[in-house]
Nanobody, 115 residues
Framework: QVQLVESGGGLVQAGGSLKLSCVAS????????VNWYRQAPGKQRELVAS???????TYADSVKGRFTISRDSAKITTYLQMDSLRPEDTAEYYC?????????WGPGTHVTVSS
C-alpha cells in the first residue's frame, strides 16, 4: 500500500509561482514513476508532469518551460514547481503513482490563479 498527500496549493496572481509537494508513505521502495495530474472544473483530468526513479521527466506541452517536477533523494517527496502561472492553470492538482496493477491517488490540492 502507498499513501500520497499533496500540499502547497492556494491562490496566486497570474505570473506568480507555487510549489506543490506530494509526500509518499508505505511501500516507497516500490514506487517508480510519480505523476502530477490536474483537473479543472468541467474538464477531464490531465497528466501534467512525470518523474521516474532515475530522474527522467516529461511534461505536458501546456506547462513545458513553466513547471518543474523533482523528487528528493529519499524519494519520499515529489515536488511540482509552478512558475509563470496562468488563469488556465486553475485546477485541483493530484499526485499519482502505480505499483503493478494498483493505482494510488492523493486527495488533491487546489490551485487558483487569478487574472
Amino acid at each position: 500500500q502507498v499513501q500520497l498527500v499533496e500540499s502547497g496549493g492556494g491562490l496566486v496572481q497570474a505570473g506568480g509561482s507555487l510549489k506543490l509537494s506530494c509526500v509518499a508513505s508505505g511501500l516507497i521502495s516500490r514506487i517508480n514513476v510519480v505523476n502530477w495530474y490536474r483537473q479543472a472544473p468541467g474538464k477531464q483530468r490531465e497528466l501534467v508532469a512525470s518523474i521516474t526513479s532515475g530522474g527522467s521527466t516529461t511534461y505536458a506541452d501546456s506547462v513545458k518551460g513553466r513547471f518543474t517536477i523533482s523528487r528528493d533523494s529519499a524519494k519520499i517527496t515529489t515536488y511540482l514547481q509552478m512558475d509563470s502561472l496562468r488563469p488556465e492553470d486553475t485546477a485541483e492538482y493530484y499526485c499519482h503513482t502505480r505499483i503493478t496493477i494498483k493505482t494510488y491517488w492523493g486527495p488533491g490540492t487546489h490551485v487558483t490563479v487569478s487574472s
